[in-house]
């Protein structure tokens, strides 16, 4: 029998085996995620944690890094989509004999009911004609650097042991070892269904009767009452539903953290360097995230958040405060680790696992915390222990404000004094007086408000270049930075203010191509060589600049065009290519945050 699905080991060449990153969608249940191929192929799956080792990774290497298929043999193409309301993703397979379909889900974990971990289910259904589907698994653990076993188990079906855990495949079809891996062909009748299930150090047991329907709905369930919550009822209700969906996706619930992106070294550019590992929670990405949520109504999850942060509070030291990034679970141990063995995504090497910008000094991250933590206090009031955490926090960022870091972009060449770490030490200061005046909250009010206006005045004094015509990246820069586009929408400037006006008109023109904007210019200032493609986050944070600064009827068109880019299922990387093709780690939670931020305002806009 011939399998559908290229068998795990086998060479290929560079592009080969790979669906494009945005020939994919996810499922997860709060723990990791998986993504799931247009061709019924999970190519990346992580269990247990978002940042464990990979179980399949044919997304970083289609011989090497394993899959698990699951498709419709007839099939002449394939669609995808979610059940409304869910993020139960359903790939279809048409063929002019038959149409299958594939049901992936994992179940959520939640508060009040224990889930299964580290459970993926599957199954199989024929919807018109007989449907014949073949069934190839291959795992790869860690990363494919440790070897494995294959036990076919009469009544199960079969079980791959490795020296860090095994897989438990269960599935009622007879199974046919092959490679490391096991493969399977059956066919089902019209309204026939088979359920598949992979647990990870599961029992070796068969599927109980009904257990595939008894999840289904539980998840079903849960996701729909989760997003009733969200207050948004406006124009782009469907895009704004699935991008806050996907960030609940991204939310690691055992601790309140929410990662980047679920997947590590996707190219910025194919054959490029730039490939890093997301799986991890930046204090940025998780404040901004936690505004985005809260716009819509979903307060638990900031309320988790804020647990988190009073945490990494609590564990700062005083010689480097709090880190910039840390695992879910707190630690920010986490090197930046090499895998050679790995070709790459279409070849592009290298393949990182960790992140060195863990040791890096990002001095604007106190300006998202605070902020969101601000926006956060005007829903439900914050404990007095975090707050206590926070001026301690304040006080670091108070001797070191002034001292240059790498900033929101983790450059990798040399520090500068950056105009957005400038600019977001005034939002800190800002929102810690507003805060504490608010509540009534003990504070060295006087202390601060000096510190914001000195913050202020740099931008202002030393940031603005006029023969530029534009804040620049740094003083004595003549770089546009994109970074900047958010003065207005973190209330520094008003909106029609000519300094940010001419900024805004700048990178509009010479950072901006249609409705795409890249961060900076590729000059090499960043320390790093090869290029990258367009943000979708300044693409998004361009939208809503235009919107404050009264140009609603561009703004509303280039949100119209961006929404182009998102996939089949409504999902996006952190970047375009030039041929609008998804780069960079997927689904990144900084582009939904920032879509949802964009919408909510543009909807306000059109309103009035």
Known sequence: MAALFPPAGRDTDQSYGYLPIEEHGIVGDLRTVALVGTEGTIDWYCPGRFDKPALFAALLDAGKGGYFGLACGTRTRSKQLYLPDTNILVTRFLGAEAVGEVIDFMVPETSGTAAPRDLLVRQARAVRGRATFDLACFPSFDYARIPHTVEIVDGVGAVFTSAIGRAVLRANVPLKEDEGGVIARFTLDEGETLD??????????PLRTGETDELFARTSDFWQRWLAQSRYRGRWRETVQRSALTLKLLVYHPTGALVAAPTTSLPEELGGARNWDYRYSWLRDAAFTVYALMRLGFLEEAAAFMDWIQKRCETASLERDVSIMYAVDGSDHIPEIVLDHLSGYRGSAPVRIGNNAVGQRQIDVYGELMDSVYLYNREMPISYDLWTGLSKRLDWLAAHWEE?????????????????SALMTWVAYDRAVRLARDRGLPAPVKKWKKLSTAAYRFVQNSCWDPDVGAYVMHPGSKQLDAS?????????SGPTDPRFLSTLDLIGTELASDTLVHRYAMTGHDGLTGGEGTFNLCSFWYVEALTRAGR??????IFEKMLTYANHVGLYAEEIGPAGEALGNFPQAFTHLALISAAVNLDRALGE
Do not use: C, H, S
């Open 404 to 420: 240059p870091d790498e900033g929101i972009w983790e450059v990798r060449g040399p520090r500068q004094r950056f105009t957005y």
């Open 196 to 205: 598949i299930e992979l647990e990870w150090n599961g029992e070796v047991r």
């Open 484 to 492: 900047l586009l958010v003065m207005p929408l973190v209330k520094f």
């Open 552 to 557: 609603v009827k561009e703004a509303r068109m």
